[in-house]
Protein backbone atom coordinates (compact mmCIF):
# COMPACT_ATOMS: atom_id res chain seq x y z
CA UNK A 1 0.00 0.00 0.00
CA UNK A 2 0.74 3.47 -0.55
CA UNK A 3 2.03 6.44 2.11
CA UNK A 4 -0.10 9.74 1.17
CA UNK A 5 0.62 13.01 2.35
CA UNK A 6 -2.49 15.58 1.22
CA UNK A 7 -1.97 19.29 1.78
CA UNK A 8 -4.63 21.95 1.51
CA UNK A 9 -4.30 25.11 0.56
CA UNK A 10 -4.98 28.81 1.71
CA UNK A 11 -7.66 29.14 4.29
CA UNK A 12 -8.23 25.98 4.86
CA UNK A 13 -7.24 22.96 7.11
CA UNK A 14 -6.38 18.87 6.11
CA UNK A 15 -10.13 18.27 7.15
CA UNK A 16 -11.10 18.78 3.45
CA UNK A 17 -9.39 16.08 2.90
CA UNK A 18 -11.25 13.94 5.31
CA UNK A 19 -13.63 12.26 2.66
CA UNK A 20 -10.36 11.25 0.55
CA UNK A 21 -8.13 10.23 3.71
CA UNK A 22 -11.20 8.22 5.01
CA UNK A 23 -11.43 6.49 1.79
CA UNK A 24 -8.07 5.74 1.00
CA UNK A 25 -7.21 4.29 4.25
CA UNK A 26 -10.25 1.83 3.75
CA UNK A 27 -7.96 0.60 0.78
CA UNK A 28 -5.45 0.03 3.14
CA UNK A 29 -3.61 3.30 2.41
CA UNK A 30 -1.66 5.54 5.07
CA UNK A 31 -2.96 9.13 5.14
CA UNK A 32 -1.60 12.38 6.25
CA UNK A 33 -3.71 15.08 5.96
CA UNK A 34 -2.00 17.74 8.64
CA UNK A 35 -3.46 21.34 8.39
CA UNK A 36 -0.06 24.01 8.23
CA UNK A 37 1.27 26.23 10.69
CA UNK A 38 -1.57 29.19 11.17
CA UNK A 39 -4.36 27.60 8.82
CA UNK A 40 -7.44 25.38 10.07
CA UNK A 41 -7.11 24.58 13.68
CA UNK A 42 -3.72 26.10 14.23
CA UNK A 43 -4.93 29.75 13.06
CA UNK A 44 -3.95 30.64 16.66
CA UNK A 45 -0.09 30.21 15.70
CA UNK A 46 -0.74 32.69 12.78
CA UNK A 47 2.36 35.03 12.69
CA UNK A 48 4.52 36.99 10.32
CA UNK A 49 6.90 34.38 8.28
CA UNK A 50 5.06 31.96 7.93
CA UNK A 51 5.06 31.28 3.96
CA UNK A 52 4.68 28.45 1.17
CA UNK A 53 8.46 27.28 1.93
CA UNK A 54 8.21 27.16 6.17
CA UNK A 55 4.90 25.30 5.64
CA UNK A 56 7.05 22.73 2.86
CA UNK A 57 9.68 22.27 5.79
CA UNK A 58 7.52 21.52 8.16
CA UNK A 59 5.98 18.82 5.69
CA UNK A 60 9.54 17.51 4.70
CA UNK A 61 10.24 17.15 8.57
CA UNK A 62 6.91 15.19 8.74
CA UNK A 63 8.08 12.67 6.64
CA UNK A 64 11.65 12.75 8.33
CA UNK A 65 10.24 11.85 11.88
CA UNK A 66 7.60 10.06 10.37
CA UNK A 67 10.13 7.50 8.36
CA UNK A 68 7.74 7.49 4.95
CA UNK A 69 9.14 7.18 1.68
CA UNK A 70 7.26 6.42 -1.65
CA UNK A 71 5.09 9.34 -0.73
CA UNK A 72 1.96 10.18 -2.60
CA UNK A 73 2.07 14.03 -2.32
CA UNK A 74 -1.16 15.86 -3.07
CA UNK A 75 -1.90 19.61 -3.13
CA UNK A 76 -4.69 21.73 -3.98
CA UNK A 77 -4.98 25.53 -4.43
CA UNK A 78 -1.57 26.77 -3.05
CA UNK A 79 -0.77 23.85 -1.59
CA UNK A 80 0.12 22.85 -5.06
CA UNK A 81 2.65 25.19 -4.40
CA UNK A 82 4.09 24.00 -0.66
CA UNK A 83 3.60 20.41 -2.66
CA UNK A 84 6.47 21.36 -5.55
CA UNK A 85 8.99 22.87 -2.70
CA UNK A 86 8.10 19.36 -0.23
CA UNK A 87 9.15 17.27 -3.31
CA UNK A 88 12.32 19.63 -3.94
CA UNK A 89 13.68 19.05 -0.04
CA UNK A 90 12.69 15.27 0.09
CA UNK A 91 12.98 14.40 -3.09
CA UNK A 92 13.94 10.83 -2.56
CA UNK A 93 10.87 10.21 -0.26
CA UNK A 94 8.83 11.35 -2.89
CA UNK A 95 7.27 8.64 -5.52
CA UNK A 96 4.33 10.71 -7.36
CA UNK A 97 3.19 14.07 -7.23
CA UNK A 98 -0.77 15.15 -7.65
CA UNK A 99 -2.20 18.52 -8.22
CA UNK A 100 -5.64 18.70 -7.56
CA UNK A 101 -6.85 22.14 -8.66
CA UNK A 102 -3.31 23.26 -7.60
CA UNK A 103 -0.98 26.54 -8.12
CA UNK A 104 2.38 25.32 -9.25
CA UNK A 105 4.99 27.76 -10.21
CA UNK A 106 7.65 27.29 -12.86
CA UNK A 107 11.30 28.58 -12.29
CA UNK A 108 11.46 31.84 -11.66
CA UNK A 109 7.25 32.46 -11.82
CA UNK A 110 5.72 34.54 -9.39
CA UNK A 111 1.60 33.93 -8.19
CA UNK A 112 0.96 37.02 -10.15
CA UNK A 113 2.04 35.51 -13.01
CA UNK A 114 0.36 32.00 -12.96
CA UNK A 115 -3.41 33.39 -12.20
CA UNK A 116 -3.12 34.73 -15.93
CA UNK A 117 -1.56 31.77 -17.24
CA UNK A 118 -3.04 29.54 -19.65
CA UNK A 119 -3.81 25.74 -18.59
CA UNK A 120 -2.75 24.23 -22.14
CA UNK A 121 1.01 22.66 -21.63
CA UNK A 122 3.60 25.07 -22.83
CA UNK A 123 5.74 23.74 -25.99
CA UNK A 124 8.98 25.21 -24.56
CA UNK A 125 8.84 22.93 -21.13
CA UNK A 126 11.22 20.78 -21.41
CA UNK A 127 9.99 17.38 -22.63
CA UNK A 128 6.57 18.52 -22.17
CA UNK A 129 5.53 16.18 -25.38
CA UNK A 130 6.16 12.87 -23.22
CA UNK A 131 4.81 14.26 -20.43
CA UNK A 132 1.00 12.37 -19.14
CA UNK A 133 -0.78 15.33 -17.35
CA UNK A 134 -3.32 13.49 -14.75
CA UNK A 135 -6.67 15.18 -13.86
CA UNK A 136 -7.37 13.58 -10.54
CA UNK A 137 -10.90 13.47 -10.73
CA UNK A 138 -11.30 10.57 -8.00
CA UNK A 139 -10.12 12.82 -5.15
CA UNK A 140 -13.25 14.92 -6.00
CA UNK A 141 -15.69 12.03 -6.46
CA UNK A 142 -14.38 9.83 -3.85
CA UNK A 143 -16.93 10.85 -1.60
CA UNK A 144 -19.94 9.89 -3.61
CA UNK A 145 -18.79 7.44 -6.29
CA UNK A 146 -17.70 3.46 -5.34
CA UNK A 147 -16.03 3.38 -9.18
CA UNK A 148 -13.78 6.13 -7.99
CA UNK A 149 -10.14 4.73 -7.21
CA UNK A 150 -6.67 6.43 -5.90
CA UNK A 151 -5.11 3.40 -7.59
CA UNK A 152 -7.06 4.02 -10.44
CA UNK A 153 -5.10 7.72 -10.57
CA UNK A 154 -1.90 5.96 -9.15
CA UNK A 155 -1.40 3.81 -12.71
CA UNK A 156 -2.56 7.42 -14.63
CA UNK A 157 -0.53 9.61 -12.99
CA UNK A 158 3.28 10.76 -14.05
CA UNK A 159 6.03 9.62 -11.85
CA UNK A 160 7.05 12.72 -9.91
CA UNK A 161 10.66 13.70 -11.85
CA UNK A 162 12.99 16.55 -12.21
CA UNK A 163 13.46 18.07 -15.94
CA UNK A 164 16.93 18.03 -16.58
Known amino acids: MSNYLLIHGSYQGGWIWKPVATRLRAAGHTVYAPSLDGCGERRHQLRAGITTE ?17 VVVVGTSSGGM ?4 VAELMRERIARLVFVDALALLGGEKIRDIVT ?30 RASPTRCARTAPRWR ?3
Open 54 to 70: TQAEEMAQLLFYEDLSD
Open 82 to 85: VACR
Open 117 to 146: RSTSTPSWLPGAATWTWCTCTWAIRAARSP
Open 162 to 164: TST
